[in-house]
């Protein structure tokens, strides 16, 4: 479950239908979660701009980070979800009518987007959000000829990253109080530490001991705003945090306050949807 927010315009241009274009901030930890999909009537392009984002179509599959995306020609079936981030994702659909050729068919699989198109779509849509009329419509005509040029921009490879069974494995040993060690944990799914480590990196993009300190401190984090009056010793030792300076740390680089100041002013209780 996550604290999402999205924007999603629908464009006509001509008096013609033009695109639909969403744009989805997910807030907070989110786990992987696929969907199959096809779209008939629509060029789709998915595009992170924070977190990772899982999409296959085929034999074809990758994690996309920021500064990669996706291509997905109409009528091509695929799945597509957000991968496991510890701090939320951000990301782009593009859905372009089909009489606009921004794809080919051809043209499935992920590419890395030239530089600086990142912080221009993060630019475009930022200001679409503060002003969502014509004016800000406007940054948007320049799509179909853009995303038609890259169309012999190499193909990025695929990865193995999701589903990982194995990884899902190893969240679930995570997910408790008393972290397991890489060795405990290595016996239970049956590889070595060394290989452990580097498969839940590939997968998630970070390692074991920082998802688990992560999914400790968001406990923490919401036993704060639940009103827990537990001392912030007890608290943090109930979660397996034995040195205070390094729990206090951890908490303040995800949060960016102290828990003390957490404690005293949370954030507000934010609306649940997957």
């Known amino acids: 479950m996550a604290s999402a927010e999205a924007w999603v315009y629908s464009v006509q241009h001509a008096q013609k239908p033009w695109g639909t274009f969403v744009d989805e901030r997910i807030r907070y930890k989110t786990l ?32 996309l980070v920021p500064g990669e995306a996706t291509f997905i020609p109409r009528n091509t079936p695929h799945d597509s979800g957000k991968a496991s981030n510890l701090v939320g994702t951000h990301f782009l659909v593009l859905l372009f009518n089909p009489e606009l050729n921004v794809l080919k068919p051809s043209d499935v699989g992920g590419i890395l987007l030239p530089a600086g198109t990142l912080s221009w779509l993060k630019g475009v849509f930022r200001f679409l959000r503060n002003s969502p009329n014509s004016a800000g419509m406007h940054a948007l005509l320049s799509f179909p000829e853009f995303f038609r040029s890259l169309d012999k921009t190499a193909k ?16 679930k040993l995570l997910e408790v109080t008393d972290t397991p060690s890489l060795e405990e944990m290595a016996i239970e799914v049956g590889l070595s530490p ?27 984090a919401d036993e704060l705003k639940k009103g827990n009056t537990l001392s912030l010793v007890d608290l943090a030792t109930e979660f397996g945090f034995n040195d205070q300076k390094h729990f206090r740390d951890l908490f303040q680089r995800r949060f960016g306050v102290a828990p003390s100041a957490y404690r005293k002013n949370p954030p507000p209780q934010k609306s649940k949807s997957k």
Do not use: C, M
């Open 156 to 171: 990025l490879p695929a990865d193995e990253s999701h589903p990982d069974p194995v990884v899902a494995q190893i969240i």
């Open 32 to 63: 992987f979660e696929p969907g199959a999909d096809l779209h008939e009537n629509f060029d789709e392009i998915i595009i992170p701009l924070e977190g990772r984002y899982w999409v296959k179509s085929g034999n074809w599959s990758r994690t």
């Open 194 to 220: 060394f290989h452990l480590q580097k498969r839940f990196k590939l997968a998630l993009g970070f390692s074991p001991l920082q998802y688990a300190n992560a999914w400790k401190i968001d406990l923490i």
